[in-house]
């Protein structure tokens, strides 16, 4: 004898099971869920990223103030000592004032501070 269930039930070995696919609404509650955590990714991967430039600054404003200093051991007279990185950054160190300045490209001034402190 056979048994025939509705169209969404399948008969395994005497056992009646339903057969049901996903709705939309759950289909949707899962792509929400999948953004989400792809979005909190993405913050966190800027936050990352300015963190790197930040280091990076530090060690370009850090190589320039040891390439300064050793112009100023080698040119004790001097009053004013200047140093250009690699990536065109200008930096300036005038020994009255005991002040780097540091200056992108554009001319645009990304530092000031003491040459003996970090």
Do not use: C
Not at 19 to 25: G, H, I
């Amino acid at each position: 004898m056979t048994h025939r269930g509705t169209p969404n039930q399948k008969n395994y070995a005497g056992i009646n099971i339903t057969m049901r696919a996903f709705t939309l609404v759950e289909l949707l509650v899962v792509l929400l869920l999948i953004m989400i955590l792809i979005g909190i990714s993405l913050t966190n991967f800027v936050s990352v990223r300015e963190q790197t430039d930040d280091i990076q600054l530090g060690s370009q404003i850090h190589q320039a103030k040891l390439d300064i200093l050793s112009q100023q051991m080698n040119e004790p007279g001097g009053m004013q000592f200047t140093y250009t990185d690699e990536k065109g950054f200008l930096w300036v160190y005038n020994k009255r004032d005991k002040l780097i300045i540091g200056t992108s490209p554009s001319g645009e001034e990304i530092y000031t501070g003491n040459i003996y402190e970090d």
